[in-house]
């Protein structure tokens, strides 16, 4: 439909004007050294016919005209014409925020924003301290300060569209910068991390995986404000990672040897036995199970995939193996937390499962039928570049205890007598740092009735926390 009458961003409408697009699109030219001579008339005839193409009503916002405008000139391969056009365009947006950002009421802002449910709105300050005060209960001279620290914060950017859960967080934001903590923190939104809910949204019964991830973000939450502030700027900043924050109520790990015997599916009916019961209490469970299992899958026993990787579904399992095995090859249980036990480190194994993505164990302990280990707390502690810092790894000695004493009281009273364990990434083994650091948090744990053991390795999740770029 041709155009007839142009939206202006306040709201008003005016004749539409081939001319004023022919002289825009001119300034464009003239700004990277190409030569007019009618070619911006010619142009500006040309996003006319597109938005008569386009445009589904009479009337067109400045946007869309400026949309087509960028559009006909890549298309008519004036690449550096549309990109300098585009460079004007956003500079007189970003001028325009500022002038709003220092008080300029009257300058309009062009901003769409995205409800939840897809449909777009245009940007009014209005509505915005409508939603400050519904959300977080500030009105007056505080909500006015709000929207005016959000704006501050748009004016630093072009960008004409945003979802409404960046321009909540925006709020939240401003609501830290003027000191509104307890009003950010009491009524900001309770967020999913996305990798969580794209899992869920992929899984096979995606309204209870959904569910499940709402709560356990509900939990991490409830526990983290249960942390000491000191701990929790630890944590907040990658220094400190406590295990089982994403379910407070549970164990942290169970590991169980599986006790020697000749039959097989006792073997295995043991281990199911176990892994039910361990997950009950325990928030990780693993089984290991004796050579002999092992050796009838190496001979062909595939009735035993089955079984195996439907415990390998709700613990981890593994086989307990004296050297090689040429089943890592040929792996049947992919998609399930089956993996590997050996007595001693073998480098080469580590990194043959490593690249299949498969865990593994080792240790001597494995090899003994009925060995068992409970870890209650599970702490990590990251001393990156705090070689020498004594008084950096005192705070961080007093955190890992804290937030130990803490978890502790979170834990059901059947789990509380298990081990607390620790480790540290970021320092050299055995370097002078690294052994003030472990016999500080020795020492502080006994000044609150702990008893620290020194872990060798992190768990996944801990290296994943810690690896988070450390602030100032």
């Known amino acids: 439909m041709k155009p007839a009458t142009v939206i202006k961003r306040d709201g008003s409408a005016v004749p539409y004007e081939a001319g004023r697009i022919a002289r825009a699109i001119a300034r464009a ?36 005209i400026q949309d087509a405008v960028v559009h006909v000139l890549q298309e008519s391969g004036h690449y550096e014409v549309a990109l300098a056009y585009a460079r ?38 209005e509505w915005l301290l409508e939603r400050i005060a519904h959300r977080h209960g500030l009105h007056g001279v505080q909500a006015i300060d709000v929207l005016a620290a959000v704006e501050d914060q748009l004016a630093q950017c072009p960008t004409t569209s945003l979802p409404l859960p960046l321009i909540d967080s925006l709020v939240e934001a ?12 009491g009524h900001g939104d309770a967020r999913v991390p996305r990798a969580e809910l794209q899992a869920a949204l992929g899984a096979s019964d995606g309204l209870a995986a959904l569910v499940a991830a709402g709560r356990a973000a509900f939990r991490q939450d ?6 000491p502030p000191a701990v929790l700027k630890l944590w907040s900043r990658g220094r400190l990672w406590v295990d089982g924050l994403d379910d407070p109520l549970r164990g942290a790990q169970l590991t169980a040897v599986i006790e ?46 089955e079984p195996i990787a439907a415990v390998g579904r709700i ?16 792996w049947p249980f992919a998609g399930s937390q089956v993996g590997l036990a050996v007595y001693n480190d073998d480098f080469l194994l580590a990194r043959q499962l490593a690249e299949r993505g498969l865990p593994l164990l080792s240790g001597a302990q494995y090899a003994r039928g009925g060995w068992r280990h409970r870890v209650g707390v599970e702490i990590a502690l990251n001393a990156q570049g705090l070689e020498g810092e004594w008084s950096q790894l005192d705070v961080l000695a007093m955190g890992a205890a804290t937030a130990t004493a803490a978890r502790l009281t979170r834990l059901p009273e059947a789990l509380r ?21 472990e016999r500080q948090v020795e020492q502080e744990g006994q000044r609150q009735g702990l008893a620290f053991s020194r872990a060798s390795n992190l768990p996944a999740e801990a290296c994943a926390h810690l690896g988070r770029l450390l602030e100032g």
């Open 29 to 64: 030219l003239h700004a990277v050294g190409v030569r007019d001579e009618g070619l911006s008339d010619e142009l500006s005839l040309v996003v006319e016919e597109h938005l008569a193409r386009v445009a589904e009503r009479p009337a067109v916002g400045l946007e869309e």
């Open 88 to 125: 004007y365009r956003d500079a007189r947006e970003r001028a325009r925020r500022q002038r709003r950002a220092r008080g300029d009421r009257q300058v309009p802002v062009h901003l769409e924003i995205l409800d939840a449910d897809g449909r777009p709105r245009q940007w009014q300050a």
């Open 174 to 185: 401003s609501l830290v910068r003027l000191g509104l903590d307890a009003s950010a923190s």
């Open 222 to 227: 409830a526990a983290l404000a249960a942390l």
């Open 260 to 305: 020697q015997t000749g039959n097989p599916w006792q073997v295995i009916a043991q281990a199911a036995s176990v892994a039910i019961d361990g997950v009950a209490a325990w928030r990780r469970v693993r089984v290991v199970l004796p050579p002999s299992i092992l050796g009838h899958l190496e001979r062909g026993a595939t009735q035993l995939h």
């Open 315 to 330: 613990a981890q399992v593994l086989l307990y193996c004296d050297g090689r095995t040429p089943l890592v090859e040929h």
């Open 417 to 437: 007598g298990a081990d607390l364990r620790f480790a540290i990434y970021g320092l050299a083994a055995a370097s002078p740092s690294a052994d003030y650091l």
